[in-house]
């Protein structure tokens, strides 16, 4: 066994998401990375690098699927009122200046994938989204 089969699954960035000026670029929309297995696994480690470019931000999400077909937004408590009465709300992360993440979860659904949406700029092209998946 090899040292990276010991560590967990290796996506490459380029089978995951890149969106880069050599690829794909960032765009006002959504866009979303193809949809990885990770039911055999119990951790999720992403490895987001962003850099801001002419945009003036990116807004990235992820999103969970127990068939690969139908996907639900990560969501995070918003408040909890007196009454127990609990308010949540869809989570996104957004990035004002270019920036390296790490972001881990503990595997609950069957699969996962990354959207990305670049924040108004007068020209995506020179703007740089890549998130590398490990699974373990």
Not at 15 to 43: E, M, N, R
Not at 72 to 82: A, K, M, P, T
């Amino acid at each position: 066994m090899d040292d990276k089969s010991r560590q967990g699954i290796i996506y490459s960035q380029d089978d995951w998401l890149t969106l880069t000026p050599a690829g794909t670029a960032v765009t006002a929309a959504y866009q979303y990375s193809g949809a990885v297995s990770i039911c055999a696994f119990s951790q999720v480690v992403c490895y987001m690098h962003f850099v801001i470019g002419a945009a003036t931000g990116v807004n990235y999400k992820f999103q969970f699927s127990p068939d690969a077909t139908n996907w639900f937004d990560e969501e995070g408590v918003r408040s909890i009122e007196g009454s127990g009465l609990l308010t949540t709300v869809e989570v996104y992360r957004t990035h004002a200046a270019s920036d390296d993440r790490r972001i881990a979860f503990p595997v609950l659904d069957d699969w996962i994938r990354v959207g990305a949406q670049g924040i108004a700029g007068v020209n995506f092209l020179t703007t740089v989204f890549t998130v590398h998946l490990r699974v373990g």
